[in-house]
C-alpha cells in the first residue's frame, strides 16, 4: 500500500473521531549551504524525512539517520523520556522514518554529512547501513537456496564490525547439503541473487522501535537502518564458510549509492574483504569460545523467570510483578525475551548493558530511582573485561 495513501488514511479516520493534532516545534540548524530552519510538525504523525521534504528535495533523497536532541519546552509539556539532567543533552540517533513524539532539535546526517554541532555521528551511519546490509542478506539467503538445497532452518546475523570489512549471517539447511562445494560460481550467483532484490520494488519499511521488514521478512536490531534499500550501491557476497554444527557463515560487503564507486575501486575493496573472512572467522570462533568460559566461570546476571524480577549483579532486585506502576506489568516478557540462552556469542558485560538500555528506553515503565540504579550497570558505555580484548585479537 502506498505510503501517502497510509497516512492520509489515517488522518482522515483521526479526523472523523475529531481528534486534535498536537504539535511539535522541531529545529534544524543550517550549514554553509542552508540556513536554520524552524517549523511546526504534528506529534506522532510526522517524521524527520517530513522535515527534509520540507527543506530541499536533494536533502530528503541523501537523509540517512536524525539526531534528535530534546528541548526545554518538551520538558515542561510533560514529555517524562528522560529523567536526569546529564541524559537531556545526549543526542539520540533515530531512523529517519521515526514519528516526532517531542518538540526537539533535529539534525539530519547523510553518508557524506554525518557531523552536527562538532560531534561526528560517521560511525552511527556506518552502522546502520552494515545492519541495512547484513538484514537483506538474510532475506536473500531465505530464497536464494530453496531450488538447490530446500528452505533454511535458521537465519542469524554475525555480529560483524564496519572495521573488519564485511558484514554476515549465518544459516542453517532443513536438508543435508554435505556434498556442497562452495566454489566462486556460488559466490557470484549469490551477489547476482541480491542485486536483483535491490534493483526490485522491493522496500524496507519501519514496524516498530528499530524493527524492519523486507517483503515479509521481520526482525529487530540494536539499532536504526538507513532510509531505503535504494541507498545502497556496490554489493557483494565474498565469502561462504563451513562453521560448527552444521552452520555456514556468508560474508558479504558493500559501498552506499551516494559514493558513486566504479567496479574497478569495489573490486578491490572485495578482494580485501575475502582476504579477511579467513582472519574474521578465526576470531569470531575464538570469542565464541572465550564468552562460553566467562558465562560458565561467572555469570553475575540472573533471570528469575517464574517470578518475573530481575537481579543485578549488585544484588538490586526489582520487582516487575508488583502494583506500584502499572505499566510496569508488560516489562516482564522484556526482560524474559532477554534471558541468555545456551551457547550465547555476547559476553556477561553486553548482556547487562543490553538489558539496562532497555530498561531506560522503556520509558513510561520506570521512575527515577530505578534508572539510577539501572546506571550501575553501564560503566559508561564501556564493558569491563571485554572479550574484544587484545588477547582475542592476537
Known amino acids: 500500500m502506498n505510503r501517502c495513501f497510509v497516512r492520509f488514511h489515517s488522518l482522515k479516520t483521526r479526523a472523523a473521531l475529531n481528534r486534535t493534532f498536537d504539535k511539535v516545534h ?18 506522532g504523525i510526522s517524521t524527520p524525512l517530513d522535515v527534509a521534504e520540507k527543506i530541499s ?31 537531556r543533552e545526549t543526542p539520540v540517533a533515530i531512523d529517519i522514518n521515526q514519528p516526532l513524539e517531542y518538540s526537539c532539535n533535529l539534525d539530519i546526517l547523510s553518508f557524506k554529512n554525518a557531523s552536527c554541532q562538532e560531534l561526528d555521528f560517521y560511525d552511527e551511519v556506518s552502522r546502520a547501513y ?18 538447490s538445497f530446500g528452505n533454511l532452518s535458521s537465519v542469524e546475523s554475525l555480529d ?54 523486507i517483503d515479509g521478512t521481520e526482525a529487530s536490531f540494536d539499532g536504526p537502518l ?23 557463515e556468508i560474508l558479504g560487503t558493500s559501498l552506499p549509492a551516494e559514493f558513486g564507486t566504479n567496479h574497478v575501486v569495489f573490486g578491490i575493496l572485495e578482494q580485501k574483504s575475502k582476504s579477511l573472512a579467513e ?63 545456551p551457547n550465547h556469542e555476547l559476553n556477561k558485560q553486553y548482556r547487562e548493558f543490553e538489558v539496562g538500555r532497555k530498561f531506560l528506553r522503556t520509558r513510561q515503565a520506570l521512575n527515577v530511582a530505578t534508572a539510577y540504579k539501572l546506571r550501575s550497570i553501564f560503566k559508561n558505555g564501556k564493558f569491563e573485561n571485554s572479550v574484544y580484548s587484545d588477547e582475542t585479537k592476537q
Open 130 to 147: 552494515w545492519r541495512t546490509c547484513t538484514f537483506l542478506l538474510g532475506h536473500a539467503m531465505k530464497s536464494a537456496f530453496s531450488e
Open 279 to 341: 582472519k574474521n572467522f578465526e576470531m569470531r570462533r575464538k570469542l565464541h569460545e572465550k564468552t562460553l568460559a566467562n558465562l560458565a566461570k561467572d555469570e553475575t546476571l540472573l533471570y528469575k523467570q517464574w517470578t518475573g524480577s530481575y537481579q543485578t549483579s549488585d544484588n538490586v532486585e526489582i520487582d516487575l510483578t508488583g502494583n506500584e506502576n502499572a505499566e510496569m506489568s508488560g516489562l516482564s516478557n522484556i526482560i524474559k525475551s532477554s534471558a541468555p540462552a
Open 160 to 213: 560483524s564490525s564496519v572495521e573488519s570489512g564485511s558484514f554476515g549471517v549465518r544459516i542453517a539447511f532443513e536438508n543435508d547439503v554435505s556434498t556442497w562445494s562452495r566454489s566462486e560460481i556460488d559466490l557470484q550467483k549469490l551477489t547476482r541473487h541480491c542485486r536483483n532484490i535491490l534493483n526490485s520494488s522491493i522496500t524496507l519499511n519501519l514496524i516498530g522501535e528499530n524493527a524492519y521488514s
Open 26 to 43: 522541531i529545529s534544524v540548524k543550517g550549514n554553509k549551504y542552508n540556513d536554520d530552519y524552524n517549523c511546526m510538525m504534528n506529534r
Open 226 to 248: 538507513i532510509q531505503s534499500l535504494s541507498q545502497i550501491g556496490n554489493f557483494a557476497v565474498t565469502s561462504i564458510t563451513r562453521a560448527e554444527n552444521g552452520y555456514f
Open 57 to 87: 528535495l536533494r536533502k530528503a533523497q541523501s537523509a540517512v539517520l536524525a539526531i534528535v536532541r530534546p528541548k526545554e519546552e518538551s520538558l515542561a509539556e510533560g514529555d517524562d523520556f528522560l529523567f536526569s539532567e546529564e541524559y
